[in-house]
C-alpha cells in the first residue's frame, strides 16, 4: 500500500476545476510524487483546483510547501488552489503557519466549485 | 639426560623467530642453543622469542650460559625474549636474579607486543553479537572488539562507537566507554528482515558490520500458559496477564503478555517516575521519515500522552529530520541521522542530531508568508512549524554534532 494516493478528475460541481483527492501520508518523501501530478495539470492547462484533505492522516511542511510553489503560476493564469476537507489536525497546522490567510478553505467541493464560478 | 631440542619458527611478525625449547639445558646440550642464536644472528634474525615451556631441566653451567647468549642481541638492537616458564624455571631465574637481568614474558603475545616498534594501530572494530536471528524489538547482546589488524584486541580504544542499521532501526545508537578495547552490552533492533549492523568509532577511524536476519516481532504467549515464580521457581498456571503472590516464598510478581514474570521489588509496587530514553539512529533518507513518525507516535501513546501532544511531537520531529536530510546531508542517504526521545517529569524532549557542518536552523529568517509565495519559495516553513509547535527550541554545536533540541511540555492521562 502506497504511503500517498493521488486521485485527480474533473470536478463533479464545476467545468474546467481539477479535483485532487489526497489519502495517506504527504510528507518529504511523497511530496516528490504529488509534484509530479502537478505538473501534469499546470500543462494540461487545468489552474483551478479543488484539493480534498480528507483522507490526508499527515501533512508535513513539504507538503505545504509544494502547494505554494505551485500556487502564484495558477493565480497568474486565473486560476487558486481551495481546499476542502480539513481535518482538525491539518486545520490547526495552516492556522500556525497562516495558510489560512492565504489559501481559501470551504466546506464542501460544491461550495469550493460555487465559489470559482463566482470569480 | 634427555637431549636438547630446538624447533625454529616463524610467525606473524616477519623480523621476529620464535624458538621452541625442549628437553635440557646443561654443559652437553648448551652448545646446541649457542650455534642456533650464532646462526641466527647472523642471517640478521636478531628478535627472537625463546620458549621454554618444554624446558625439563637447567644445570647451573647452563644458568651461566644463558647470559652470555642474550648481549650479543641486545648490541645489535634485538633481544632474546623468555617466554612460558614453568614454575620451577621461573623460581630458579627468580633466586639467580635473572628476572632483572633477562626479557621474560609470560607468551609470544607478549613477546610481540615487546618486539613490534609500535603498536598496530585500531583498524576495525568487530561486532560478535549473541544471535544472527534476533527478533525486532527485542533485545539481545552484542560485543564490539575495538580490534587491529590481526583481530587483537586494540586495548587503548575508550571511547564511544555509533551504531546503524543498514534496514530499519538500532538502538541505542552510541555505545560505550570501551574497557579495554571492548563493549559488551543490549542492542534492540526494529523491523524484520536482513540487515547490516554496522559500528564505527566516534571519530571514524575503524569500523565493522555483522548481518542479521531480524525475525518478526515474537508473538505473545497465548492463555493459559505456566510461569515459574522468579524468587522460587514453584510454578503456576495461569490464565490472565495480572500480578500474582508466590504461596511458597511472597513474592509478588507480574505476568506480561511475553510470559515474562517480573518481580515487583519487595512485595511492593515502587511508584517512583522513571524517565524512559529512546536512542535511534537511521539513515538520512527521506523514505524513513514515515517509519520515525511511527515510531514516535508509538512511543508517546505507549507512555500515555493524549492526540494533541502526540500530533505536535510527530509533526515536530518530522521536520527536524527532514531539516538534517536536506540540509545537512544534502540527501546523502549514507549519513547517519540521530534522534533521541525522552520523558522528563515535566514533559517530552526531542534531541535531533547530524553530524554535518555547522548551521543553526534557526537563525535563517523568519518566514514571511505573502513573500514566500511571491517569491515561489517552497523552503522554511519546517523551522517555523517547529517553532510554534514546540514550547522550547534550542540549537546547540557539540564534539562536531548539530543538536537540535525540542520540548513540549506536558504529562500522561
Given at each position: 500500500m502506497d504511503l500517498l494516493t493521488v486521485d485527480v478528475g474533473p470536478s463533479a460541481?464545476?467545468?474546467?476545476i481539477a479535483l485532487f483527492r489526497l489519502k495517506g501520508h504527504l510528507d518529504a518523501q511523497t511530496v516528490r510524487e504529488l509534484e509530479g501530478r502537478f505538473d501534469a495539470q499546470v500543462k494540461a492547462s487545468k489552474v483551478r483546483w479543488i484539493v480534498d484533505l480528507?483522507?490526508?492522516?499527515y501533512i508535513s511542511s513539504a507538503g505545504l510547501g509544494s502547494f505554494i510553489g505551485v500556487l502564484s503560476e495558477l493565480r497568474a493564469r486565473g486560476g487558486d488552489i481551495f481546499f476542502v476537507g480539513l481535518t482538525p489536525k491539518i486545520e490547526k497546522i495552516f492556522r500556525v503557519l497562516g495558510f489560512i490567510r492565504i489559501f481559501k478553505v470551504f466546506a464542501s467541493e460544491a461550495e469550493a466549485a460555487r465559489a470559482y464560478e463566482g470569480l | 639426560m634427555p637431549p636438547l631440542s630446538l624447533l625454529e619458527e616463524t610467525c606473524a611478525q616477519d623480523d621476529v623467530t620464535i624458538v621452541r625449547v625442549a628437553g635440557t639445558f646443561d654443559i652437553a646440550t648448551l652448545p646446541q642453543f649457542e650455534t642456533l642464536l650464532r646462526r641466527l644472528r647472523e642471517s640478521g634474525r636478531i628478535k627472537i622469542v625463546v620458549d621454554l615451556a618444554g624446558l625439563d631441566y637447567i644445570s647451573s653451567s647452563g644458568l651461566g650460559a644463558f647470559l652470555g647468549t642474550v648481549d650479543p642481541f641486545r648490541a645489535l638492537g634485538g633481544d632474546l625474549v623468555f617466554v612460558r616458564l614453568s614454575e620451577r624455571v621461573q623460581k630458579i631465574f627468580k633466586v639467580v636474579g635473572f628476572t632483572r637481568l633477562l626479557t621474560i614474558m609470560a607468551d609470544e603475545q607478549d613477546a610481540l607486543r615487546n618486539f613490534s616498534p609500535r603498536r598496530p594501530p585500531l583498524n576495525q572494530l568487530i561486532l560478535s553479537p549473541a544471535t544472527g536471528t534476533p527478533h525486532s524489538g527485542e533485545a539481545f547482546e552484542v560485543e564490539v572488539l575495538a580490534a587491529d589488524e590481526r583481530g587483537m584486541a586494540f586495548e587503548a580504544f575508550t571511547g564511544e562507537a555509533v551504531l546503524r542499521a543498514s534496514t530499519g532501526i538500532v538502538s541505542p545508537a552510541k555505545v560505550g566507554p570501551f574497557k579495554a578495547g571492548v563493549w559488551r552490552g543490549k542492542v534492540v533492533l526494529t523491523g524484520p528482515g536482513a540487515t547490516g549492523l554496522r559500528a564505527a568509532c566516534v571519530g571514524g577511524e575503524a569500523f565493522g558490520e555483522v548481518f542479521l536476519q531480524v525475525q518478526e516481532t515474537k508473538q505473545p504467549a497465548v492463555l493459559p500458559f505456566a510461569v515459574a515464580c522468579p524468587g522460587c521457581g514453584l510454578s503456576i498456571d495461569i490464565s490472565a496477564f495480572n500480578v500474582y503472590r508466590c504461596k511458597a516464598c511472597e513474592e509478588v510478581y507480574f505476568v506480561d503478555k511475553w510470559a515474562h514474570a517480573i518481580s515487583l521489588k519487595g512485595g511492593k509496587r515502587e511508584e517512583t517516575f522513571s524517565p524512559k530514553r529512546f536512542s535511534l539512529s537511521f539513515p538520512a533518507d527521506v523514505n524513513l521519515l514515515a517509519a520515525v513518525r511511527a515510531f514516535i507516535v508509538a512511543a508517546l501513546r505507549e507512555h500515555g500522552f493524549g492526540p494533541d501532544l502526540v500530533n505536535d511531537l510527530e509533526m515536530a520531529a518530522d521536520e527536524a529530520v527532514t531539516n538534517v536530510v536536506e540540509?545537512?546531508?544534502?540527501?546523502?542517504?549514507r549519513k547517519t541521522v540521530f534522534l533521541e526521545l525522552s520523558f522528563e517529569k515535566a514533559g517530552v524532549q526531542v534531541k535531533v542530531k547530524d553530524q554535518g557542518q555547522a548551521f543553526n536552523p534557526l537563525q535563517t529568517d523568519p518566514v514571511n508568508l505573502d513573500r514566500h509565495i511571491a517569491e515561489r519559495r517552497t523552503g522554511g516553513l519546517g523551522v517555523h512549524l517547529i517553532q510554534s509547535l514546540m514550547d522550547t527550541v534550542d540549537y546547540r554545536r557539540e564534539d562536531g554534532f548539530n543538536v537540535l533540541t525540542l520540548t513540549k511540555q506536558g504529562s500522561p492521562a
Open positions: 460541481h464545476g467545468s474546467g480528507s483522507g490526508l492522516e | 540540509h545537512a546531508y544534502q540527501y546523502d542517504n
